[in-house]
Nanobody, 115 residues
Framework: QVQLVESGGGSVQTGGSLRLSCAAS??????MGWYRQPPGKQRELVAT???????QYVDSVKGRFTISRDNTKNTVYLQMNSLKPEDTAVYYC???????????WGQGTQVTVSS
């Protein structure tokens, strides 16, 4: 049974930093990453990383956010720097299992950036 435990959300002022963590268990994971859902908007991809280290970022966070993962701990991180009010959203951990390619989502963690 796949389980995802997120941590690290919170409230910061513009220009601040936060680090999100997501510890996964119950499988071997191919893709690990983060999506977000701003208030009143659809969920969107923020960043993903393959097991081999290939990354993908949405254009709006390039140069500010960095995704990383520790395969020995099945944990993915999102370092968020130079945060802007438009980064305010619920951030969801996302994983795709290496076998069966099933998708799983975390419960979400709120990130609020005030101006």
């Amino acid at each position: 049974q796949v389980q995802l435990v997120e941590s690290g959300g919170g409230s910061v002022q513009t220009g601040g930093s936060l680090r999100l963590s997501c510890a996964a268990s119950g499988s071997i994971f191919g893709i690990m990453g983060w999506y977000r859902q701003p208030p009143g908007k659809q969920r969107e991809l923020v960043a993903t990383m393959s097991r081999g280290g290939t990354t993908q970022y949405v254009d709006s966070v390039k140069g500010r956010f960095t995704i990383s993962r520790d395969n020995t701990k099945n944990t993915v991180y999102l370092q968020m720097n130079s945060l802007k009010p438009e980064d305010t959203a619920v951030y969801y951990c996302y994983v795709k299992t290496a076998i069966g390619r099933s998708d799983y989502w975390g419960q979400g963690t709120q990130v609020t950036v005030s101006s």
